[in-house]
Antibody, heavy 113, light 111 residues
């Protein structure tokens, strides 16, 4: 059974940093592109970033370029999102997704003073 | 900046049929945008329904179908059930299918 479990969310002040993790089980992690998608409270879905199987290609939505970094560790079956210079508008539930098919339950990031 | 547009809300009667659409600010939506559709209920993660315009995932109920309609991607629900009340999101792929853009979502009410 495919499972994706996000962790690392929490409350952080504007300008701060946070690192999200996504633990993957039930499939060969190294075979798939992986994505982060977020959803601000009461709002729609917004794709944030993705990473190729071997980490050689990464893409970002314009609003996070230069602040967020996606990475993966195929040996640990884990996906990461390093978020720096956080803004109030980054407040959202962050989902880890394998392609379009499988999604985790999300982790809440709140940026507030 | 590319904008993907959906109807903000639709209402359908139980047993009825409804079509949700998905338009792109870049022009007509074609199969090359690999349209996807998701269902999301309150407090839950999105659930994938349709990929590459019209293909169903193994868990997708038969009453859901995807197509292209008048330059837009479309999701049709036939024989709507009360449990279909949810938010529906379309997703289009850009830049060689590695950049995703979601629509704003359609809130479907079954009444």
């Amino acid at each position: 059974e495919v499972q994706l479990v996000e962790s690392g969310g929490g409350l952080v002040q504007p300008g701060g940093s946070l690192r999200l993790s996504c633990a993957a089980t039930g499939f060969t992690f190294s075979n798939y592109w992986m994505n982060w998608v977020r959803q601000a409270p009461g709002k729609g879905l917004e794709w944030v970033t993705n990473i190729k199987q071997d980490g050689s290609e990464k893409y970002y939505v314009d609003s996070v370029k230069g602040r967020f970094t996606i990475s993966r560790d195929n040996a640990k079956n884990s996906l990461y999102l390093q978020m720096n210079s956080l803004r109030v508008e980054d407040t959202a539930v962050y989902y880890c997704a394998r392609g379009v098919e499988y999604w985790g339950q999300g982790t809440l990031v709140t940026v507030s003073s | 900046q590319t904008v993907v547009t959906q109807e903000p809300s639709l209402t359908v009667s139980p047993g009825g049929t409804v079509t949700l659409t998905c338009a792109s600010s870049t022009g007509a939506v074609t199969s090359g945008y690999y349209p996807n559709w998701f269902q999301q209920k309150p407090g839950q993660a999105p659930r994938a329904l349709i990929y590459s315009t019209s293909n169903k995932h193994s868990w997708t109920p038969a009453r859901f179908s995807g197509s292209l309609l008048g330059g837009k991607a479309a999701l049709t629900l036939s024989g709507v059930q009360p449990e279909d009340e949810a938010e529906y999101y379309c997703l289009l792929f850009f830049d060689g299918a590695q950049v995703w853009v979601f629509g704003g979502g359609t809130k479907l009410t079954v009444l």
